[in-house]
């Protein structure tokens, strides 16, 4: 490999670590829609829509963990110590981008080398992220066991170590 290929490559090793570093917190409010982060909606007293849609670099458990969090945070932040789970929906969520024909023209030089270059590409990039939709129900009326009702203190203690792991 050439000193200029390693030159290069290190270039952009160097700006993707930027990039990484640049990017918010992944646990956070969604700003506006198809923004990453955690949204709900009260449809009822007692029952909440959920969600939490994570960047293209967030795994789908990951998606999964945080909206039990703040379907957890939601419950307790109304005085309630459960919550029930009536629907769960994981999808995923592919965006591609299509960058069009391109040409490029350059040359460079590093001793005891130098060269000319001509490149044309076509190509697009798609990006697949994840979505949980969570309905809970919150309230008197959750029953105090069963297989969809879960702990909302124990919920938000157990997962709180990967939320503050996953902040950027």
């Given at each position: 490999m050439s000193i200029m290929n390693m030159r290069f490559l290190g270039l952009m090793a160097l700006i993707a670590l930027l990039a990484g570093c640049a990017s918010g917190p992944v646990y956070r409010a969604a700003e506006k829609p198809g923004d990453y982060g955690y949204r709900d909606t009260m449809l009822t007293s007692q029952h909440y829509r959920v969600s939490f849609s994570g960047d293209d670099g967030?795994?789908?458990?990951?998606?999964?963990?945080?909206?039990?969090?703040?379907?957890?945070?939601?419950?307790?932040?109304?005085?309630?110590?459960r919550f029930r789970v009536v629907s769960q929906q994981t999808s995923p969520i592919t965006e591609t981008t299509d960058y069009g024909p391109s040409a490029a023209v350059g040359y460079g030089w590093g001793y005891p080398f130098w060269g000319t270059g001509i490149g044309y590409s076509t190509g697009s990039v798609s990006r697949t992220r994840y979505e949980t939709v969570l309905q809970i129900q919150i309230g008197p009326d959750v029953p105090k066991e069963g297989p969809d009702v879960y702990d909302a203190l124990q919920i938000k203690q157990n997962l709180a170590a990967e939320v503050a792991a996953q902040q950027r």
């Open positions: 967030t795994a789908r458990e990951t998606v999964d963990n945080f909206a039990m969090f703040r379907a957890a945070q939601v419950a307790l932040s109304h005085g309630y110590d």
